[in-house]
């Protein structure tokens, strides 16, 4: 009767060990099954990529942009505006472009997103942490570490709650930023490499 | 009575010399002694002997790495010239497994174990290496070179946007 006992208790912990790893390998799966249109990279998300000119974004939004600073008086070199696509609200860092035909033109150098509809194309998203971030990226150069904040106008210091790890590959143009807060992923951010 | 305080303070004493004179630290001012910003000349004092420089003042390099042994360990030292002295000490390494951070990283550590133990500073995780920058002392950098994850070699030197002030 023991031995049977024990038989059952042995099938059981197999079979439940078997059910986990069903469950470990379907999350693994839904983490990779992310439709393109919802996949960051470090060149954009979706149709949205960094390079492209503030008319090309808004013919394939099909709408204008409401820029952040365009009250503004003076020469606006850079700019932000916020917009919604494909149900995940995104923010878009412009920058004059330098490209001579082009002087008027603002050219996007950076998007994020703290959507939970947005995932890399590892499967990472808002929710997940550290760990999960240099897992998937191993073979990649990785910065981190504490958030820099603006303490006052002249000084500068480093978050406690805010945290920040940068991927970048071997071509070194392009970077996937996640910015964490307590320690999980609360937005990822593309953006174009800043030289040293 | 006496006689006890006597060899107690004996024991005490050399304990405390023995601490000092086996310095396995790893810090951001240097390894053990060997500390950035000694001269040549207190280099030599200090190894008991003559640094022969190959490149500083024979060449036009301003930079130059020698290896030296120091009580029994193999180092590494990055020499630079400098304005006021022939060269002094910009960078040391060593593969010793005797040196140690504060936190107890040093050669032999895995990569986890330094990110855990680092997690409130500056990492830069590169082809090969670690680089530990503290946020409250961005002077210098430690670096950990890896293999297979784990630490291999410790380098202290000045952090690149400190070098490039030089």
Not at chain 1, 34 to 41: D, F, Q
Not at chain 1, 108 to 132: E, H, I, M, Q
Request: hydrophobic share 40%.
């Amino acid at each position: 009767m023991k031995n049977l006992l024990l038989l059952f208790a042995v099938v059981l912990l197999f079979t439940a060990c078997k059910d986990s790893d069903k469950q470990t390998s379907s999350e693994q799966k839904d983490k990779k099954a992310v439709s393109p249109a919802y996949t960051i990279t470090k060149d954009g998300i979706g149709d949205l990529k960094i390079g492209m000119l503030q008319s090309d974004i808004e013919k394939l939004l099909k709408q204008s942009l409401v820029m952040k600073h365009a009250k503004d008086t003076g020469d606006i070199w850079s700019d932000t505006a916020t917009v919604t696509y494909n149900k995940m609200e995104i923010t878009l860092y412009f920058q004059k472009s330098y490209v001579e035909e082009h002087t008027e033109e603002m050219e996007l150098f950076g998007l994020s997103t703290s959507s939970p509809l947005c995932k890399t194309s590892t499967g990472l998203g808002v929710g997940d942490d550290r760990n999960a971030i240099l897992a998937a990226y191993e073979d990649n150069p990785i910065n981190m570490g504490p958030e820099s904040i603006m303490l006052n106008d002249t000084t500068w210091g480093f978050s406690k709650t805010n945290y920040y790890i940068t991927v970048s590959d071997e071509k070194w143009d392009r970077q996937l930023s996640f910015i964490l807060v307590n320690k999980k992923v609360a937005s990822i951010e593309a953006i174009l490499q800043m030289g040293d | 009575m006496k006689k006890v305080f006597l060899f107690l303070s004996i024991i005490v004493f050399s304990l405390v010399t023995r601490a000092q004179k086996d310095d396995h630290t790893l810090t951001f001012d240097g390894i053990g002694e060997l500390k950035l910003g000694l001269t040549k000349a207190q280099l030599e004092k200090m190894l008991n002997t003559r640094i022969l420089l190959k490149q500083i003042g024979l060449t036009e390099s301003f930079t130059e790495t020698v290896k030296t042994m120091y009580k029994g360990i193999e180092f590494e030292l990055d020499l630079m010239r400098n304005d006021n002295v022939v060269a002094a000490l910009e960078g040391v390494s060593t593969t010793s497994p005797l040196f140690k951070t504060p936190e107890g990283i040093g050669v032999g550590s895995d990569q986890l174990t330094i990110i855990n133990a680092y997690e409130k500073d500056l990492l830069i995780i590169s082809y090969g290496s670690i680089t530990y920058t503290n946020i409250n002392q961005i002077h210098a950098s430690i670096v950990f070179v890896m293999e297979n994850k784990k630490v291999v070699k410790v380098i202290v030197e000045p952090t690149a946007m400190f070098r490039d002030r030089e």
